[in-house]
C-alpha cells in the first residue's frame, strides 16, 4: 500500500490548509484513517483519526479547529485545518489500516508551517 499526501505549505497563522491522502497498490478497503504529525525536535504526535462508520477522535490542541473525513471510493482522507497556529507546524503523515491487515501503513509526510 503506498500513500500520497498532498496540501502542506506556508500560511500564516489564522489561515487554513486542507491536506489530503489517497491509498493506492491495495485492493482492500481501508479500516481506520489517520493523521499524526511531528514537530522538529518533538515526537510524532496523534492529530485525529476516522472509523469507516466516521467515528472521529480529535487531539485536544486541535479540537474545534481542524475536521477529518474521508471519501472511501477513492481511499483518502482529508483534513481540514483551520485557525492554524504557529505550534500546528511540523510534518503531517497520513496513516491507514487495511481491513483485515494489522499494519499500519505511513504516508511520506507533508510540511505544514504556520508564521505568526
Known amino acids: 500500500v503506498q500513500l500520497q499526501a498532498y496540501g502542506g505549505g506556508l500560511v500564516q497563522a489564522g489561515g487554513s490548509l486542507r491536506l489530503s491522502c489517497t491509498a493506492s497498490?491495495?485492493?482492500?478497503?481501508?479500516?481506520?484513517m489517520a493523521w499524526w504529525r511531528q514537530a522538529p525536535g518533538n515526537q510524532r504526535e496523534f492529530v485525529a483519526r476516522?472509523?469507516?462508520?466516521?467515528?472521529?477522535t480529535y487531539a485536544d490542541s486541535v479540537k474545534g479547529r481542524f475536521t477529518i473525513s474521508r471519501d472511501d471510493a477513492k481511499n483518502t482522507v482529508f483534513l481540514q485545518m483551520n485557525s492554524l497556529k504557529p505550534e500546528d507546524t511540523g510534518v503531517y503523515y497520513c496513516?491507514?489500516?487495511?481491513?483485515?491487515?494489522?499494519?499500519?501503513?505511513w504516508g511520506q509526510g507533508t510540511q505544514v508551517t504556520v508564521y505568526s
Open positions: 496513516v491507514m489500516l487495511p481491513r483485515g491487515s494489522s499494519n499500519n501503513y
Open positions: 497498490g491495495s485492493a482492500a478497503s481501508i479500516d481506520i
Open positions: 476516522i472509523t469507516p462508520g466516521e467515528n472521529t
